[in-house]
């Protein structure tokens, strides 16, 4: 099964910037709630804080914002704290 070391975050290349703003936009307020990935999610914060972490929880966490280009694993199950409001741009494989 999937953790958050999984995850990986970094700064998209041009090319998938690009690509990003065609995808939806995905929109939530400061709060926090389980998820599990039945799919793979590739996603572009615009704005925002999250911390991410295993569930159960195992001490693995990652955080990201603005302009991250983030990549959740199928499979994973984690508890999302979103810090900040969050804005961005998902596409799901």
């Not at 065609?22 to 599990?36: A, G, L, R």
């Not at 991250?68 to 979103?82: A, E, S």
Request: aromatic letters at 12%; a negative charge; proline letters at 8%.
């Amino acid at each position: 099964m999937p953790t958050v070391n999984d995850c990986r975050v970094r700064q998209p290349t041009a090319e998938e910037k690009a690509t990003c703003r065609t995808w939806p936009v995905w929109s939530c307020d400061v709060s926090e709630f389980e998820w599990e990935y039945t799919q793979t999610e590739k996603c572009l914060l615009i704005e925002g804080q999250v911390t991410v972490t295993d569930c159960p929880e195992t001490g693995n966490a990652i955080t990201f914002g603005p302009g991250d280009y983030v990549i959740f694993p199928n499979g994973l199950k984690c508890i999302w704290k979103v810090e900040k409001p969050v804005r961005k741009h998902y596409d799901f494989e």
